[in-house]
T-cell receptor
Framework: KQEVTQIPAALSVPEGENLVLNCSFT??????LQWFRQDPGKGLTSLLL?????REQTSGRLNASLDKSSGRSTLYIAASQPGDSATYLC??????????FGTGTSLTVIP | SQTIHQWPATLVQPVGSPLSLECTVE??????LYWYRQAAGRGLQLLFY??????ISSEVPQNLSASRPQDRQFILSSKKLLLSDSGFYLC?????????FGPGTRLTVT
């Protein structure tokens, strides 16, 4: 069974700082990896999707990388803003049909 | 564009009462649909997924069940709720590669 771990569980940074969130998974034969954002009491918003054949994806201030061989993905957030405060979740799919989620990193950006 | 709806948004139910949560998707046909539960301080747990009408796969045996009576409708049910059923229930659908989530239902069992 795929195990997904996210470190750190919580992170607090001052506004403007660049930061990296980590996601590791145990089975490297993934179909794809998806990063989500979750605001308190809300559903998940898709941020970035990386296919197994890709090494990174970028959207605005966000950059996600994937290293399948080491079972790791990182989400880089540049020039963090208070509006970035949320919980960030990564999810991996082995077959495209079943998704395994990490427990998330709770990010607080201090103005 | 595709939209996913869930209702109710919040629900407070006593132990032993029945449950019915509904999820509907607009703007797509024959979607793969998923039910997840997110308990306080824990990650998302996949409960059920469906690849078509009447086709349900269960990931975790428990007192919950799911049904898909129509192509874009997914229902989560229970005959008798337990305290441990409290949590945030999320419905999702999948495109070829990505998952998209509904707004969720907050269930509190008292």
């Amino acid at each position: 069974k795929q195990e997904v771990t996210q470190i750190p569980a919580a992170l607090s940074v001052p506004e403007g700082e660049n930061l990296v969130l980590n996601c590791s998974f145990t089975d490297s034969a993934i179909y794809n990896l998806q990063w989500f954002r979750q605001d308190p009491g809300k559903g998940l918003t898709s941020l970035l999707l990386i296919q197994s054949s890709q090494r990174e994806q970028t959207s605005g201030r966000l950059n996600a990388s994937l290293d399948k061989s080491s079972g790791r993905s990182t989400l880089y957030i540049a020039a963090s803003q208070p509006g970035d405060s949320a919980t960030y979740l990564c999810a991996v799919s082995l077959t495209g049909n079943q998704f395994y989620f990490g427990t998330g990193t709770s990010l607080t950006v201090i103005p | 564009s595709q939209t996913i709806h869930q209702w109710p948004a919040t629900l407070v139910q006593p132990v032993g009462s029945p449950l019915s949560l509904e999820c509907t998707v607009e703007g797509t046909s024959n979607p793969n649909l998923y039910w997840y539960r997110q308990a306080a301080g824990r990650g998302l747990q996949l409960l059920f997924y469906s690849v078509g009408i009447g086709q349900i796969s269960s990931e975790v045996p428990q007192n919950l069940s799911a049904s898909r009576p129509q192509d874009r409708q997914f229902i989560l049910s229970s005959k008798k709720l337990l305290l441990s059923d409290s949590g945030f229930y999320l419905c999702a659908w999948r495109t070829t590669y990505e998952q998209y989530f509904g707004p969720g239902t907050r269930l509190t069992v008292t």
